[in-house]
């Protein structure tokens, strides 16, 4: 975060809604990466597609140092990932569960068009 600003918490905490609410507006993978290639630096983007992919390996049950050989991520982050997956605000874990599930329903509708039904 940024020191030198002169926006109390209450208008810092409203920046950060107002972010927010950009995002959701968004309605499609392409419309999210239009927005986050607007806002973000390659290297911001890549450091949280490299996070979000140690999430993946982690609930995989991968050890750090397999991770690190897999993503080029270094152990320190790794653990931060880790530790914000387990005693984070949930985040990492909602997004998860959801793209878990999203994952089986694709799953299941192509069975379903190939007529293979399990």
């Known amino acids: 975060m940024k020191l030198h600003r002169q926006l109390s918490a209450r208008q810092e905490a ?3 809604r107002n972010l927010i609410a950009a995002l959701l507006t968004l309605r499609s993978v392409e419309e999210c990466r239009a927005f986050l290639r607007d806002l973000c630096t390659p290297a911001e983007i890549q450091a949280m597609a490299d996070r979000w992919a140690v999430v993946d390996c982690l609930r995989r049950g991968l050890p750090y140092r397999r991770i690190h050989e897999q993503t080029g991520v270094s152990l320190t982050t790794i653990g931060r ?7 984070g605000n949930g985040g990492y874990q909602l997004a998860a569960q959801r793209m ?3 994952r089986r329903a694709d799953t299941r509708r192509a069975e379903e ?5 399990g």
Do not use: P
């Open 81 to 87: 990932v880790a530790r914000y997956l387990a005693q």
């Open 14 to 16: 409203q920046t950060e």
């Open 113 to 117: 068009r190939s007529g293979n039904h």
């Open 100 to 102: 878990d599930g999203a």
